[in-house]
Nanobody, 117 residues
Framework: VLLVESGGGLVQAGKSLRLSCQAS??????MGWYRQAPGKQRELVAT???????NYADSVKGRFTISRDNTEDTVDLQMNSLKPEDTAVYYC??????????????WGQGTQVTVSS
């Protein structure tokens, strides 16, 4: 499965940005976004299941909203009230479990989000 992100860029603090990710095929039970800032480990931003159950990092709750379109195999991340500390490379993530219970994790190539103060 290939995941292709779009929508990153440079934005001022307090502004909004929307990231989108297109999967090359469906059957991903969970999709989401992770991010990695310079010198830091990759961290969860938000995930969403096929039935719409969401999970957010505490640092983005109330500011970011994740959504997905199961028919189009896409997942979006609406980011509002952006802060300089949101600056990172954002990675699209997908997960599925095969019929023989093997787990598969997929990653996009990443898109840079830079928030200026």
């Amino acid at each position: 499965v290939l995941l292709v992100e779009s929508g990153g860029g440079l934005v001022q603090a307090g502004k909004s940005l929307r990231l989108s990710c297109q999967a090359s095929e469906g059957n991903l039970s969970k999709m989401g976004w992770y991010r990695q800032a310079p010198g830091k480990q990759r961290e969860l931003v938000a995930t969403i299941t096929t039935v719409g159950n969401t999970n957010y990092a505490d640092s983005v709750k109330g500011r970011f909203t994740i959504s997905r379109d199961n028919t189009e195999d896409t997942v979006d991340l609406q980011m509002n009230s952006l802060k300089p500390e949101d600056t990172a490379v954002y990675y699209c993530y997908g997960y599925r479990r095969s019929s023989n219970y093997k787990d598969y994790n997929y990653w996009g190539q990443g898109t840079q989000v830079t928030v200026s103060s």
